[in-house]
T-cell receptor, first 114, second 113 residues
Framework: KAGVTQTPRYLIKTRGQQVTLSCSPI?????VSWYQQTPGQGLQFLFE???????NKGNFPGRFSGRQFSNSRSEMNVSTLELGDSALYLC?????????????FGEGSRLTVL | AQSVTQLDSQVPVFEEAPVELRCNYS??????LFWYVQYPNQGLQLLLK??????LVKGINGFEAEFNKSQTSFHLRKPSVHISDTAEYFC???????????FGQGTRLTINP
């Protein structure tokens, strides 16, 4: 079956702009998590959605937001972009029962902020 | 707070040599532990996980890890590596009841011919 699909794969924005990233989970998976990956900070948890509800949130400013639709697809939005937001944003899906289940990651959206 | 520490940022080894990637965790509650691998320009893929039971966990691609509660460690091992094992490896932990993973900083494994 198809894996986790993230779009776009690459994008370039300038400071102050906003960006929306999309994630389509594996069919049947109800949980979608977002992570930010940077060389300096590594992988950091942004938030997790399950059945359209945010279940967990990481320590990121309010400029970072997300949502999940009834078909489990998820979007994350970053407003007022800063240079430090340049990163690989990874989406992961799971069946959603508990964290003991395997997370399936997409290939990521690489954001460059100029 | 839950944290995961990978002790080596880079590990170079020769092909067919054994390798150990070290991971320590800190937690005062029950913990679930994972190893993920990231190949260049790809997302992360689960290698293995420890939830409970046997402390020796076998994963894909010949990797295994041993959970050691007294040393709060979860080191990853492979008896003989191949060029195709070149990747970045991440140790991760989760607290029971929390729907998120805390990742270590990653260890870049480089295989030399």
């Amino acid at each position: 079956k198809a894996g986790v699909t993230q779009t776009p794969r690459y994008l370039i924005k300038t400071r102050g702009q906003q960006v929306t990233l999309s994630c389509s989970p594996i069919s049947g998976h109800r949980s979608v998590s977002w992570y930010q990956q940077t060389p300096g900070q590594g992988l950091q948890f942004l938030f997790e959605y399950f059945s359209e509800t945010q279940r967990n949130k990481g320590n990121f400013p309010g400029r970072f937001s997300g949502r999940q639709f009834s078909n489990s697809r998820s979007e994350m939005n970053v407003s007022t972009l800063e240079l430090g937001d340049s990163a690989l944003y990874l989406c992961a899906s799971s069946l959603g029962g508990t964290i003991t289940g395997e997370l399936f990651f997409g290939e990521g959206s690489r954001l460059t902020v100029l | 707070a839950q944290s995961v520490t990978q002790l080596d940022s880079q590990v170079p080894v020769f092909e067919e040599a054994p390798v150990e990637l070290r991971c320590n965790y800190s937690s005062s509650v029950s913990v679930y532990l994972f190893w993920y691998v990231q190949y260049p320009n790809q997302g992360l893929q689960l290698l293995l996980k420890y939830l409970s039971g046997s402390t020796l966990v076998k994963g894909i691609n010949g990797f295994e890890a041993e959970f050691n509660k007294s040393q709060t460690s979860f080191h990853l091992r492979k008896p003989s590596v191949h060029i195709s094992d070149t990747a970045e490896y991440f140790c991760a932990g989760a607290i029971q009841g929390a729907q998120k993973l805390v990742f270590g900083q990653g260890t870049r494994l480089t295989i030399n011919p």
